[in-house]
């Protein structure tokens, strides 16, 4: 049975990167609803892996709007604090979401680990799950992963949240010095549309 194409969908998230990411990854004949306009407040994230939150907040918008809603739950995880902060790295941020608290953060619980942690290599990578859901209650949720390492110091202006530290495996600039077009099409998020793309 062929695929029935979606021709609008609602972008859930109140985080204007992801909003523009998203937005950007999607086909321009696609109608896009978003809260930019709608102003909803997002849902409490009480799941412990990305796909329940991504999941959490789809059905959550779907529910909110009547409409077919694709939402993403992503985070970094860094191998030298047990995959901290995970699925907790929004929160690192603190209320206001101000992301140079949370790479000082994670400086600060590097350093703890490793006062040397500076001349090494720091391996750690990128998760993304995104899920449509649909207001019949049918889902689909798909994960994309890139992984790297972490720079001992921000760099860069692009981006959003801890894009400034996070250099992608066989790259020498930060996500938050490249270019937004070709961080597009090789970050965790772009993985994971990839696999999900047939729907549009």
């Known amino acids: 049975m062929p695929i029935k194409k979606i021709k609008e969908i609602f972008i859930g998230s109140n985080n204007k990167g992801k909003l523009k990411e998203i937005a950007d990854l999607l086909p321009k004949s696609l109608k896009i609803y978003s809260n930019l306009e709608d102003k909803i407040p997002s849902p409490i994230e009480t799941g ?32 030298i604090l047990d995959k901290a902060p995970g699925v907790y790295s929004a929160d690192w941020s603190g209320k206001k979401r101000n992301f140079n608290l949370a790479i000082r953060k994670v400086f600060r619980e ?22 449509i859901y649909w207001p019949n209650g049918k889902f689909v949720s798909k994960i994309g992963k890139i992984d790297g390492r972490i720079s001992n110091m921000k760099r860069g202006k692009n981006g959003f949240g801890y894009d400034p530290i996070f250099i992608p495996k066989g790259k020498r600039l930060t996500f938050g010095e490249m270019e937004p ?20």
């Open 48 to 79: 412990t892996t990305f796909k329940q939150n991504s999941l959490l907040k789809a059905k959550y918008f779907s529910e909110k709007t009547n409409k077919i809603c694709m939402s993403d739950d992503s985070g970094i995880e860094i191998d």
């Open 110 to 131: 590097i350093s703890k680990k490793d006062n040397n942690w500076k001349k090494k290599s720091l391996s750690a990578r990128f998760i993304c799950v995104l899920t």
């Open 181 to 200: 077009n070709k961080k597009y099409r090789i970050d965790h998020r772009y993985n994971a549309f990839k696999k999900i793309k047939k729907y549009f």
